[in-house]
């Protein structure tokens, strides 16, 4: 079998056309939507991340305020412009990129945000309603995973999941999203015995590790759906240099049905639901504000 490319970049496209067309609308009543980006530090990987945020909010007549503070900036000083962001009734999104560096306290920092601004839905509340299936901002990486599995026409309800990680950010509201879809989730993670036993019964494979090339084809079900979220930048062999995702996509893709490539996988998926996430934020406060 050789697997169908699952691809995030023609998804992304697509879904930024529909964003682009609702920012638009909503400009139009006079509340242009707004995204606030705090950049600590100089990770180069986070540079690039909020470089294409920032592109991809001007590509989608999104406004964008960026804020940029060294790594050894004081948590008061970040904390004061998140205070100063929530009052500002023309901002509808504000995010903090992570990593933190170590003087932070995460979990302070993404409380600090107001619920009703949380565009990357990390904020406590958001997760809360989350894991009830109420209204919620979802964190982007999970939610474009949501919407690849959904342009493959997989049924979700019944299906046997398993996710890799238990992370914040991806391994647990992508289980939980999973969860309230339908399916029968396992979270698999550093400690599990036998994760070649849990994967090869997956109809749906979310590979959110952080190896590179960690997930092989004898690991995978035939015909299932692979995501992979990892994003890894090899360091030595003939590839060094390049980018790969968590999955080893050669052997992986002759055993999956159909399978996301890295890069141009579920990585432009993420920006996209940020950008969603964003327009939704300007659509509630138009509502509110009667627009
Ligand atoms: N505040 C947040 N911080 C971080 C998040 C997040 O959602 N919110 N997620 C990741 C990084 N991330 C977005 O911030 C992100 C990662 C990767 C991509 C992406 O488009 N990847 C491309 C490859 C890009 C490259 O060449 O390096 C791909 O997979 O095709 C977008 C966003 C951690 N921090």
Redesign the pocket.
């Known amino acids: 079998m050789t697997a169908r490319i699952i691809d ?2 023609a998804l992304a496209e697509q879904v930024r056309g529909e964003i682009a067309t609702r920012a638009a609308a909503l400009a139009a009543r006079g509340e242009q939507p707004c995204l606030a980006v705090l950049l600590i530090g100089a990770d180069p ?2 540079a ?2 909020v470089r ?2 920032v592109a991809g909010c001007e590509k989608a007549g999104i406004r964008s305020l960026r804020f940029d503070y060294s790594a050894d900036v004081a948590p008061d000083v970040v904390m004061a412009k998140l205070a100063e962001l929530n009052a500002d009734p023309a901002v509808h999104g504000i ?5 933190l560096p170590p003087q932070f306290d995460e979990a302070a920092v993404l409380e600090a945000i107001s619920v009703e601004k949380d565009v ?1 839905g ?1 904020h406590a509340e958001n997760v809360g309603r989350l894991s009830q299936n109420q209204e919620a901002f979802i ?3 999970p939610h474009g995973v949501m919407k690849m599995l959904e342009s493959t026409g997989v049924p979700l309800a019944g299906a046997e999941a398993v996710v890799i990680g238990r992370s914040n ?1 991806v391994g647990k509201p992508m289980a939980m999203l999973l969860t309230n879809a339908g399916a029968t989730v396992t979270v698999c993670h550093s400690k599990t015995r036998d994760l070649a036993f849990h994967t090869r019964r997956a109809d749906i494979l979310v590979a959110a590790v952080g190896k590179p090339r960690f997930v092989t084809g004898a690991m995978i079900k035939p015909g299932a759906v692979v995501i992979d979220v990892g ?1 890894n930048r090899l360091t030595d062999g003939p590839d060094a240099g390049k ?1 790969c995702g968590d999955v080893d996509f050669d052997s992986a893709a002759q055993v999956a049905g159909a399978i996301t490539p ?7 998926m ?2 996209t639901m ?1 950008l969603e996430n964003t327009v939704i934020s300007a659509e509630r406060a138009a509502r509110r504000s009667g627009r």
Do not use: E, M
Not at 95 to 99: F, K, R, S
Not at 262 to 268: A, E, I, K, N, T
């Open positions: 995030g970049k990987a986070s690039v991340y294409n945020k995010l903090v990129q992570l990593p990357d990390f964190p982007c990486t950010i994003i980018l890295v890069p141009g996988g579920v990585g432009p993420t920006i940020l």
